[in-house]
């Protein structure tokens, strides 16, 4: 199977300009290609997994990444996806992000000797000047096409700003500075950004000439993969200051039925014969393919040592209600009143709910259990020493856990 067909059948690939081109790049180790990030926190979140794996992949295969950080196109903000204008970051924030970035990266590319390149999209657009833009760029793009771009007529009715128009120009503005510069022959990114790489292609090619050549190629699921970031309780961060490797664990290990077999083939670098083995898997099979692609993520991101010490206290957690590497909370006398700790006191001091009253309608509602036991009594109040009993895990639904610590 070569590289391509690879990616095609781990259901990568959603469409292509040139396929054939694209082939014999891909497939030769001759592409040069780039995806972006724009430094909207200061960590990567499982929605750029999807990218980052990507990267991996194709490096493996020969080919050159550029890892393309929109200390620039941050300053505008992209319009996809998004009901609102996001809110602007100043200059020492978007540097900030992007050193982040640029560490947790490494545990993925490798960009020793020259195999990958790390640009800073700043370089060049802090610098240009806005008539030159104008009268440089503005002519190779039409409004009226603009205006059709899906990212821009989901909020053409809650509002588009001038600021945001821009952003299509800019991000293909990347495009054509990174052929220029550093001979980049393709773009990677998802189907929201289709308009924007199609408008990069195109201006290389009006203002280099038709002999010039860029591919485009997006990724089937890598809008899905951006909401694959987000939980009811936030987003699940790369960070393990923000995202423990338990939870980064905990997360993967409890996805649904129907989307462990996509995980595995698109982020995972098990072979696809593995995986296809694993579709005649069902009932608790399923759960056993659930913990292959919590330990294979965890260990891609945090080392194989934190993705061992996860696996266990997830098991451990399910055997015996208990876990030593969950996440723990500490209270104090404080926090207490006639002694004790009432059960909504503790799932607010856990993180588990952000507030009483979102912590008495988990209770009512039957979602909490404190040592395995369900906990419908809102009233239920804790000495420390309960507390500081070896198996005492409170735990809110199926997927957040915690254990307390009475000092």
């Given amino acids: 199977m070569t590289v391509y067909d690879e990616l095609v059948a781990r259901g990568l690939i959603a469409q292509v300009t040139d396929e054939e081109e694209i082939k014999d790049l891909v ?82 590319i490798d960009f020793s000797d020259g195999k990958a390149l790390m640009v800073n999209n700043a370089d060049w657009l ?17 409004v009226n096409n603009m205006l059709r ?8 009715e809650k509002g588009l700003s001038f600021l945001e128009f821009n952003y299509m120009i800019m991000q293909s503005y990347d ?17 929201d950004q289709w308009s924007n790489m199609l408008g990069g292609t195109e201006l290389i090619r009006r203002k280099l000439g038709k002999d010039a050549y860029a591919m485009t190629i997006t990724l089937l699921l890598n809008s899905e993969g951006k909401k694959m970031g987000k939980t009811a309780s936030g987003a699940v961060w790369l960070d393990p200051e923000k995202t423990s490797p338990f939870d980064f664990y905990q997360y ?31 009932g608790s099979q ?37 876990a030593a590497d969950m996440p723990t909370t500490e209270i104090t006398e404080s926090d207490l009143a006639n002694g004790k700790i009432d059960i909504l006191g503790l799932l607010v001091a ?5 507030s009483r009253g979102d912590a008495r309608r988990n209770v009512q509602q039957g979602g909490v259990s404190v040592k395995g036991d369900k906990v419908t009594d809102i009233a239920v109040a804790y000495t420390p020493d309960e507390i500081n009993a070896e198996d005492f895990v409170i735990r809110r639904g199926k997927k957040k856990y915690c254990r307390i610590v009475c000092k």
Avoid at 149 to 156: L, N, S, T, V, W
Avoid at 254 to 275: H, S
Avoid at 301 to 312: D, L, M
């Fill in 149 to 156: 771009a899906e990212c821009y007529k989901q909020r053409m």
């Fill in 126 to 142: 802090m610098d240009l000047n806005y008539i030159e833009v104008l009268r440089e760029i503005g002519p190779h793009f039409s």
């Fill in 175 to 191: 495009f054509y500075e990174l052929y220029r510069r550093y001979g980049c022959n393709m773009q990677f990114g998802g189907d």
């Fill in 252 to 282: 993967w290990r409890n996805v649904g039925d129907a989307d462990v077999l996509k995980c595995l083939r698109m982020l995972t670098f098990l072979p696809l014969e593995q995986i296809d083995e694993m579709d005649k898997w069902e």
């Fill in 350 to 354: 856990a993180g588990l709910c952000t």
């Fill in 286 to 322: 399923l759960n056993t393919a659930k913990e292959i692609l919590a330990y294979e993520l965890t260990r891609l991101v945090h080392g194989e040592e934190e993705a061992e010490k996860a696996q266990q206290s997830a098991r451990a957690l399910f055997s015996a209600g208990t």
């Fill in 27 to 108: 497939n030769n180790g001759k592409a040069i290609f780039y995806i972006g990030f724009d430094p909207t926190a200061d960590s990567l979140h499982v929605g750029h997994f999807m990218a980052l794996c990507l990267m991996k992949r194709l490096q493996m295969a020969g080919n050159k990444p550029i890892a393309l950080l929109g200390g620039g196109t941050g300053m505008i903000g992209d319009p996809s996806g998004r009901t609102d204008m996001r809110q602007m970051m100043t200059p020492e924030t978007i540097q900030h992000n992007c050193d982040c970035f640029k560490k947790q990266m490494s545990r993925f």
